[in-house]
Structures are given as structure tokens and as C-alpha cells.
């Protein structure tokens, strides 16, 4: 439970040479079990349930999440606030930086996608649309409207501290993206089962600022599955993968794809 986490951290802030700087990372793991929320109390749970009923009836419009959802989301905002706490507490606020996010979304979209559970299906914007709040001295008050990425937080991360990021690194700063022509931003998926990338079925998502398209790549064949036109459609609910429309970009991406198949077979041989 997040309260463990906190603890944990807590102690190890408490221990810690104050003279080093350091790098934690914290993995809330409540909301991926937000299902067993009512089989699973403490005293934690029972303390917040009331409020965190409320909020969860009254904070997002009905449809954005299952109410046991939005509750165990309520109870892990309270958790974040103590986060904060702990570092007013051990003097940490006027120099380190604090990055929130999360792996992936969940299925706040329209209803009966009838994707299920499989996560190489979920490529519509509510699986891969996520927070990314930094905050910290220094760190404008600005939001970012560009295409961004997971990617780009290491380098986010090097750029604050006044450090340049490797060769290796595949993103880019998102304070220096206005400054930048992002094309796309990826999403990769392997399924179930070992990552195997020379041998298993491999899954892409291909986002632009208007577009969206999914590709499966089984053994050596690539195959468009889904494409969205995201200006016309927001909400990904109608498929032109067989629709003859942008042959050329679409062609143009196809090729992207496969050098990133042919990149990831070759380096897991």
C-alpha cells in the first residue's frame, strides 16, 4: 500500500547522508488493484473511505472511471499530498525535483470498445494518455502543449540539472520542445508471455498531432491495424485502416515501423 511506500521512504530520507544528492523512485501500486479494494482493508482504507467516496461522486463526470476506481484514485492523491509533506519536513523542497506519472491510463473512453484486459489492443488515447507533472524550484508554471513522451522525462530530467543527455537517449527535453518539429510519439506493446522481440507477435502505436496508427508485427509481416484520423475523430471511434485515405503518409509510417521492428528483432537475437 502507498502508505508502506511512504513509510519506507520516510526512513530512508531519515538515514541518508544529506551531503549527497540522490535518486528515488516510488511505485504506487494501488490503483492497479483498485478491483480488490473492498476484500482488502486496513486501517488506512477505512480511514479515507468516507472522503474518498465523496470525492470519487463528485470530483469526475459519471463515466470517467469505475467508482472503485476514482476511490482508491482519491485515496492515492491523499497519499501524494503526504508525499509532499515529507519533503517540507526533511528541507528537500528548495532543491529537488519531483516527477509524477504514470504507465498507463485506463479505460475512460467510450464505452464497449470490447478490447478487454489485453493490453496490445488498448492504443486509444485514454490507455496512452498519461500524467507528467514536474515540479521543483525553478521549474516554469507553464503546460505543455507539443507531443511528448516517456522519453522525453530522462532528458527533462538532465536538462533541469544542467546536464547533457547521452547519445543513447531517445527524447528530448519537453522545456525544449517548442523549440522542436516532433513528428510522432511511439507506443510499443509485446503481449503476454517472455519478451522474446525476435520471436513474439510485436504491437506499435504511431501518434501524430492528427492522426493515429496501430500496426501488429507478426514474424515478418507488418500489418496497419487500425488508423484514426484524430481531427475528425477525437475519440478513435471510427477504423480507416481499410479506407483509401493519406496513402503516402500512412506508406511513410509503415516504413518507420519496420525499421523499428527490423531494430528490435535484430538487438534481441
Not at 476514482?70 to 516527477?99: A, Y
Not at 464497449?112 to 489485453?118: I, Q
Given at each position: 500500500e502507498m502508505p508502506a511506500v511512504n513509510d519506507q521512504f520516510d526512513k530512508f530520507l531519515t538515514r541518508r547522508n544529506t551531503d549527497q544528492p540522490f535518486f528515488a523512485f516510488l511505485h504506487y501500486f494501488d490503483l492497479h488493484e483498485a478491483k480488490t479494494l473492498l476484500s482488502t482493508w486496513s486501517l488506512w482504507k477505512l480511514k479515507n473511505f468516507p472522503?474518498?467516496?465523496?470525492?470519487?461522486?463528485?470530483?469526475?463526470?459519471?463515466?470517467?472511471?469505475?467508482?472503485?476506481?476514482?476511490?482508491?484514485?482519491?485515496?492515492?492523491?491523499?497519499?501524494?499530498?503526504?508525499?509532499?509533506?515529507?519533503?517540507?519536513?526533511?528541507?528537500?523542497?528548495?532543491?529537488?525535483?519531483?516527477?509524477?506519472?504514470?504507465?498507463?491510463?485506463?479505460?475512460?473512453?467510450?464505452?464497449?470498445?470490447?478490447?478487454?484486459?489485453?493490453?496490445?489492443?488498448?492504443?486509444?488515447?485514454?490507455?496512452?494518455?498519461?500524467?507528467?507533472?514536474?515540479?521543483?524550484?525553478?521549474?516554469?508554471?507553464?503546460?505543455?502543449?507539443?507531443?511528448v513522451s516517456h522519453l522525453d522525462i530522462g532528458p527533462t530530467i538532465l536538462d533541469i540539472a544542467d546536464i547533457e543527455s547521452p547519445h543513447s537517449f531517445q527524447g528530448n527535453s519537453i522545456f525544449r520542445q517548442k523549440n522542436l518539429s516532433v513528428p510522432h510519439v511511439w507506443s510499443e506493446n509485446a503481449g503476454n508471455g517472455r519478451c522474446d522481440f525476435s520471436e513474439k507477435p510485436l504491437y506499435f502505436g504511431l501518434r501524430t498531432v492528427d492522426s493515429k496508427l496501430v500496426y501488429e508485427a507478426i514474424s515478418s509481416k507488418i500489418t496497419e491495424r487500425e488508423y484514426y484520423d484524430l481531427a475528425q475523430d477525437p475519440l478513435e471511434q471510427t477504423n480507416l485502416a481499410n479506407a483509401e485515405r493519406e496513402i503516402e503518409m500512412r506508406k511513410h509510417q509503415l516504413g518507420i515501423v519496420s525499421r523499428r521492428v527490423a531494430e528490435l528483432r535484430q538487438a534481441n537475437k
Open positions: 472522503a474518498s467516496v465523496r470525492n470519487a461522486r463528485h470530483d469526475r463526470p459519471h463515466g470517467q472511471g469505475g467508482l472503485l476506481y476514482d476511490v482508491s484514485l482519491s485515496m492515492i492523491d491523499r497519499e501524494i499530498g503526504r508525499l509532499f509533506d515529507l519533503f517540507g519536513r526533511h528541507r528537500l523542497t528548495e532543491d529537488t525535483i519531483l516527477v509524477i506519472t504514470s504507465d498507463h491510463g485506463a479505460d475512460a473512453g467510450p464505452p464497449l470498445r470490447g478490447v478487454g484486459s489485453e493490453m496490445s489492443q488498448r492504443f486509444f488515447d485514454e490507455f496512452l494518455r498519461v500524467p507528467l507533472i514536474i515540479t521543483g524550484p525553478d521549474i516554469p508554471n507553464i503546460e505543455i502543449n507539443s507531443l
